[in-house]
């Protein structure tokens, strides 16, 4: 895959990563942060459907993959400094997050404390087999 002089605009970090941030292109809603080695990007960027670089897995991985719910991207943007991505995306399934939540940012800080404020959609152990690992 040519991956051509766009990709040096980025500014990787020192494990060859750049932050991602995954946005509701409807509402605005940030639904998840991940990383993007090059090669993510550029498949990203290519194929119009979010891919990302797993630091637990240590591997590409195309979001979606084993849930089913993946993310088309309608727009990419980097920031001024160059070390974030903002991906504007439909989310199909309407589920971002591995706990089967619209959006991995479901804690609100209220009273002292970390509340859970968005219901869960569909249980993770019918979306992977197996419940959410942390």
């Known amino acids: 895959m040519d991956t051509g002089n766009w990709l040096d605009a ?10 991602a ?3 509701d292109a409807a509402t605005q809603r ?9 090669q993510a990007l550029a498949l990203t960027a290519v194929t119009g459907v979010a891919h990302y670089f797993s630091r637990s897995r240590g591997r590409l991985w195309k979001k979606g993959e084993e849930s089913g719910h993946l993310q088309t991207v309608s727009e990419m943007r980097l920031d001024c400094d160059g070390d974030v991505i903002v991906l504007q995306i439909t989310q199909v399934g309407g589920i971002a997050c591995h706990t089967g939540r619209e959006s991995c940012f479901y804690r609100v ?12 959609r569909k ?11 942390a």
């Open 10 to 19: 980025v500014r990787w970090d020192d494990k060859g990563l750049v932050t």
């Open 21 to 23: 941030i995954a946005q």
């Open 30 to 38: 940030v639904l998840m942060v991940a990383w993007m080695d090059r």
């Open 109 to 120: 800080w209220r009273d002292g404390a970390w509340q859970v404020t968005d219901p869960v």
């Open 123 to 133: 249980d993770p152990a019918a979306i992977y087999g197996h419940g959410p690992s």
